[in-house]
């Protein structure tokens, strides 16, 4: 699976779109993007996934880059509850459905 | 209501202690998984089960040792080689089909002193 760098930490206003970005250089063709999040000491949440398309879904909008090298994640309504590790993961669509998770960023949305 | 336990949310043992943690799922899943993570870092990959009665190993499986006799139960035992226990332990599940999210119970803490 390939390896994703995010940043460490960002910041974000209630109400605001958080863009949370995600680089994934070496992403295979087969390989699709995955965003989980962490709130604190819970069991990591799915949020969306996709291969080459933009998604959208309840919860937020994934945009990949035409090169597929990065993507980014979009809360467009950011609340104080989304506050969380957001993780960015690339894999293989097979029935091993194993994951790397890296550190993720931790995303802070302040009043 | 469908998803995954694990019990206990926390859990403390003396060290030399072999301890088992539990995870049961009801979503009929195939896959089963679990991860440690340690304060500030993100999900390790411990064991993973694809089917019943077959398990394979990931990143950090020293130390550890799993079981899949039943499809929707996984336990995960800690045992005594294991170096630095101490962690937070998450159960995950997924289908194995062409689009496997994997759905993550509340995680058990462990501390073991």
């Known amino acids: 699976d390939a390896k994703t760098t995010q940043p460490t930490s960002m910041d974000c206003a209630e109400g605001r779109a958080a863009n949370l970005p995600c680089n994934h250089s070496?992403?295979?063709?087969?390989?699709?993007v995955y965003w989980y999040r962490q709130i604190h000491s819970q069991g990591p949440q799915y949020i969306i996934h996709?291969?080459?398309n933009n998604e959208t879904n309840e919860m937020a909008s994934l945009i990949i880059t035409e090169d597929r090298k990065s993507s980014t994640l979009i809360l467009p309504h950011a609340t104080l509850r989304d506050t969380a590790v957001y993780y960015c993961?690339?894999?293989?669509?097979?029935?091993?459905?194993?994951?790397?998770f890296g550190d993720g960023t931790t995303l802070t949305v302040k009043p | 209501d469908g998803g995954i336990t694990q019990s206990p949310k926390y859990l403390f043992r003396k060290e030399g202690q072999n301890v088992t943690l539990s995870c049961e799922q009801n979503?009929?899943?195939?896959?089963m998984y679990w991860y440690r993570q340690d304060p500030g870092q993100g999900l390790r990959l411990i064991y993973y089960?694809?089917?019943?009665?077959?398990?394979q190993k990931g990143d950090i499986a020293e130390g550890y040792s799993v079981s899949r006799e039943k499809k929707e139960s996984f336990p995960l035992t800690v045992t005594s080689a294991q170096k630095n226990p101490t962690a937070f332990y998450l159960c995950?599940?997924?289908?194995?089909?062409?689009?496997?999210?994997?759905?993550f119970g509340p995680g058990t803490r462990l501390t073991v002193t």
């Open positions: 995950a599940s997924s289908t194995g089909s062409l689009h496997p999210r994997q759905y």
């Open positions: 070496t992403i295979s063709g087969n390989e699709y």
């Open positions: 996709g291969l080459k």
């Open positions: 993961i690339v894999r293989v669509n097979t029935n091993a459905g194993k994951s790397t």
């Open positions: 979503l009929n899943h195939d896959a």
């Open positions: 089960s694809q089917i019943v009665n077959d398990f």
